[in-house]
């Protein structure tokens, strides 16, 4: 009579032991794997829907993010709209579009601001869906997102007559750190 | 010839009701089932009607529910939707981090999608022409709203929280004080509706416990009408029988006194001497002869019918030529018919098939219907009797009719379905003081009927009356089977 409570207690405690790794794992089971990019993406420059703005010259871009232009053609206020620092997309921005680094960048504002050469003062936002939301609210805003955040939510403008999918293309940042 | 079953007139009906008590007296066979009958429709009538309120009370609540409160509530959600696309706007302004004010503005997109949500479900449920110019109104002022709401968003956005409280003050506010009152508006005509489908329904129920009421009162009335009709008809039933029964007893009783008191005088004018000679000795012993044979038929009759009565009397059928049954009857009859001074014209058919039957009922029924014919001749000393073969219409084929006719008083049109009642007695009959027990024409329609046949009578007032007994013919086979077994037992006993 013993052994067979043992073996029942046994059987008892395997059945549940499966019960709960089955539980604990469930929500990972069915999961697939994010697909993880492992090359170099594009980087767009991203307007609202209603910006008529179809193409930037490079130029034109610098003066945009450096804050010293103002309006767009249709006389809406341009809004900069930046990634935290840290960010890849920003670290590309500053190097390829303003041509400066992190220190000279906030220098350039700061200074700018003071003396009222920057009319612009960017507006800092911490994910790539934060930018989309709000070139998408504010017509006069210009931002940056990587090539697989976009949507149509947004619009990317061409950059000296070359969209973000074509060859040629000069702004690119490197694959996301995998966490 | 007879009144002989019109001899008694029916007791009149008492009660001061005498149209319901004839009513009852004609339908006194159906009258418990057809009042429960009638009961039952009308209940059924007045409950479908109140079925119908019911349903339609309910339908009356459910649109009630799925239109106005439902309608109500969906005007409230769109209230608190629209607060909140407005409010979340104002939240934005309340902070200088871009990525709270873009929560805000999510915020008030979403309340702004279920704004315009309700605004179509509610267009789709509408259909008066009223409504839809409302809701249309109210589509278009949120669609203005929306768009001061998206410039106020961007103002906010873009850190000109001076120019995004001008642009609200000056066109928020405005359109939205608009959506406000559309919205409002639109409450208003579900109220409206509310209250109308509430006083439909409250209409409906009030109908409906009337009717509840009526159904009620209906059924009570008719119910007791009911029981008092059927304890009325079972008491004047009683108390017709009681009579008839009273007026038999009278009738039998007096039969028998007159041939008593016959057989009485004649007793004692023996007894005193008075009687002298061979011949008056004689006259006297037949006088009590026949009044004993008068005594003795009218026992037998009141034997034979209550034997009918109790299903005691037993049948027994063999095939019989009609002659014979006829030869019964005259030897019979003929002492009465001829002491009575009648004339007998009998024609029966040659060749006439084989009947079954039980000779000695068969005889005995055919003698009342001639013994009906003496008595109710009046002044006519005429009987005819035939026999035929006759058509029955029916697949069977052919039967045999025996007729016994006079051109006697006749019975009256009202009381033929009456005649073959046992101690029914014709008013006429009883006027004219005829005796009788009133079981004659019953009996011999038992007979007819035991013996798988019929009795008829064709009748009118002081012209005479022709009653005709159809008896089945047999077949062939039955015959054969007869004549057969007759060396046995060629008899069915019924």
Same mark, same amino acid.
């Given at each position: ?82 990634? @935290?620092?840290?960010?890849? @997309? ?11 680094? @992190? ?77 | ?24 007296? &004609? ?20 409950? %479908? ?117 001008? &642009? ?51 059924? %009570? ?29 009278? !009738? ?110 068969? !005889? ?64 006429? +009959? ?12 019953? %009996? ?21 009356? +022709? ?28």
């Amino acid at each position: 009579m013993p052994r067979l409570a043992g073996l029942l207690f046994i059987l008892a405690s395997a059945v549940f032991s499966m019960a709960a790794v089955s539980l604990a794992f469930a929500p990972t089971l069915g999961r697939l794997p994010e697909p993880q990019i492992t090359t170099e993406q594009n980087l767009a420059i991203v307007v609202s829907l209603s910006n008529p703005v179809e193409n930037l010259s490079m130029a034109e871009l610098r003066r945009v993010f450096l804050g010293e232009r103002s309006h767009w053609p249709n006389g809406r206020r341009i809004t900069l709209v930046m990634m @935290e620092p840290g960010q890849p @997309e920003r670290a590309v921005v500053l190097r390829d579009i303003c041509q400066m680094n @992190e220190t000279d960048f906030n220098n350039h504002f700061l200074h700018g601001v003071f003396t009222g050469e920057v009319l612009v003062s960017p507006k800092t936002l911490a994910t790539p869906v934060g930018v989309r939301k709000f070139v998408f609210n504010v017509p006069g805003a210009i931002g940056y997102l990587r090539v697989s955040d976009l949507d149509s939510s947004v619009k990317a403008v061409r950059v000296d007559e070359r969209g973000p999918e074509d060859k040629g293309y000069k702004l690119h940042v490197p694959p996301r750190s995998s966490k | 010839m007879n009144g002989q079953n019109t001899r008694a007139r029916r007791p009149p009906l008492a009660g001061p009701a005498p149209l319901l008590d004839r009513v009852l007296a &004609l339908a006194s066979p159906y009258n418990s089932s057809l009042l429960l009958l009638i009961v039952f429709l009308v209940v059924i009538v007045v409950g %479908l009607f109140v079925v119908r309120d019911l349903h339609s009370t309910n339908v009356e609540a459910q649109k009630m529910y799925a239109g106005s409160v439902l309608g109500l509530h969906r005007i409230g959600e769109l209230q608190y939707q629209a607060q909140e696309t407005r409010r979340s706007t104002f939240y934005a302004l309340t902070t200088n981090d871009s990525n709270l004010q873009l929560e805000y503005a999510d915020q008030s997109r979403e309340a702004d999608r279920r704004v315009n949500e309700g605004i179509g479900e509610y267009l789709r449920q509408v259909h008066m022409p009223h409504e839809i110019e409302v809701g249309k109104r109210l589509q278009r002022d949120w669609s203005d709203y929306l768009s001061v709401r998206n410039e106020l968003l961007a103002s906010i956005l873009e850190g000109s929280t001076k120019e995004a409280v001008n &642009l609200d003050l000056k066109g928020g506010v405005p359109s939205f004080e608009r959506v406000r009152q559309d919205l409002e508006e639109i409450k208003r005509l579900y109220d409206q509706q509310a209250s109308e489908q509430l006083a439909n329904v409250a209409a409906t129920s009030r109908r409906t416990i009337f009717r509840l009421i009526g159904v009620l009162g209906i059924t %009570l009335t008719l119910a007791s009408t009911s029981v008092w009709a059927i304890q009325r008809s079972k008491m004047l039933g009683t108390i017709q029988l009681a009579k008839l029964q009273m007026e038999f007893v009278a !009738s039998v009783s007096h039969e028998l006194r007159t041939p008593l008191t016959v057989i009485s005088s004649a007793a004692d004018n023996i007894a005193d001497g008075l009687v002298g000679g061979k011949d008056q000795v004689k006259r006297y012993g037949l006088a009590i002869r026949n009044q004993c044979r008068q005594i003795t038929e009218l026992v037998n009759q009141i034997l034979l019918f209550a034997a009918t009565k109790d299903r005691k009397n037993r049948y027994i059928l063999r095939p019989l030529q009609v002659s014979q049954i006829m030869d019964s009857v005259r030897d019979n009859t003929a002492e009465l018919v001829e002491g009575a001074g009648f004339v007998v014209e009998q024609r029966i058919e040659s060749g006439l098939p084989w009947v079954m039957g039980d000779l000695s009922a068969l !005889s005995q029924c055919l003698q009342n219907l001639i013994v009906n014919a003496v008595k109710y001749s009046g002044e006519s000393r005429w009987i005819g009797i035939r026999a035929f073969l006759h058509d029955s219409g029916e697949q069977s084929g052919k039967e045999i009719s025996i007729s016994v006719e006079d051109r006697g008083m006749g019975i009256d049109r009202l009381e033929m379905p009456h005649i073959f009642e046992p101690f029914y007695r014709g008013a006429a +009959v009883s006027a004219a003081q005829i005796h009788g027990t009133g079981l004659g024409l019953s %009996l011999a329609k038992n007979i007819a009927e035991a013996m798988g046949g019929t009795l008829s009578v064709v009748s009118e007032l002081a012209v005479g009356s +022709v009653f005709t007994l159809r008896l089945p013919m047999v077949e062939k086979q039955e015959l054969e089977m007869a004549s057969v077994n007759s060396e046995g037992d060629p008899t069915i006993r019924k």
